[in-house]
């Protein structure tokens, strides 16, 4: 069964600082999601990654996947205020057959001091 | 653009009874997923509908159920409700049932006392 797991689950930091969350996921998989949650509010799509190596950037958040480590990394750089929020990454299984679904991490809340 | 739009927002049932929740897809799109996201639980994967068709449920009771009209909005139903069927329920839809991205609504906050 693929499980998809976050760390850190909580993570504070200082307006200007850099920071990594790590998603690890125990099956190969054909894609990966990130998801921001503000409080109250739905998901945002952030990132879609589809191959192995593959890297997006927007803003200060820069995502990357490794196929054969099962690793994605959410790299925050330079942080807001703004940023505070729930990271969640998704890992998806079946693709292109009848058993697709995304399967999510238990998600990273982020709070940015100032 | 009109996004994915869920309704109620809140719900406020009582253990036995049903409640029924609905999402209308953005338009063109032929998928709709439901998520459950209950507290410290994160997000679980309930039911994937595509082209009218249920293709896949999480591991959930059969008490959990739901169905997509022709114009692709969805239902989800969830009978002899129990506390812990209190959460939020998401719904997300995407342009095919196999790899897209994901939208999601705002949810409904069901909540059973």
């Known amino acids: 069964e693929l499980k998809v797991e976050q760390n850190p689950l909580f993570l504070s930091m200082q307006e200007g600082k850099n920071y990594t969350i790590y998603c690890n996921y125990s099956?190969?998989?054909?894609?990966l999601y990130w998801y921001r949650q503000d409080p109250g509010k739905s998901l945002e799509s952030l990132f879609v990654?589809?191959?192995?190596?593959a890297v997006k950037q927007e803003g200060r958040l820069m995502a990357s996947l490794d196929t054969k480590a099962r690793l994605s990394t959410l790299h925050i750089t330079a942080a807001v205020h703004d940023l505070s929020a729930t990271y969640f990454c998704a890992v998806e299984r079946g693709y292109g057959g009848a058993t697709n679904k995304l399967i999510f991490g238990t998600g990273t809340l982020l709070a940015v001091q100032p | 653009e009109a996004g994915v739009t869920q309704s109620p927002t809140h719900l406020i049932k009582t253990r036995g009874q049903q409640a029924t929740l609905r999402c209308s897809p953005i338009?063109?799109?032929?998928?709709v997923y439901w998520y459950q996201q209950a507290l410290g639980l994160g997000l679980q994967f309930l039911l994937w509908y595509d082209e009218g068709e249920e293709r896949n449920r999480g591991n959930f009771p059969p008490r959990f159920s739901g169905r997509q009209f022709p114009n692709y909005s969805s239902e989800l139903n969830v009978n002899a409700l129990e506390l812990e069927d209190s959460a939020l329920y998401l719904c997300?839809?995407?342009?095919?049932?196999?790899?897209?991205?994901?939208?999601f609504g705002s949810g409904t906050q069901l909540s059973v006392l």
């Open positions: 990654l589809l191959s192995n190596g």
């Open positions: 338009s063109g799109h032929t998928s």
């Open positions: 997300a839809s995407s342009l095919e049932g196999a790899g897209e991205k994901l939208f």
């Open positions: 099956t190969t998989s054909d894609r």
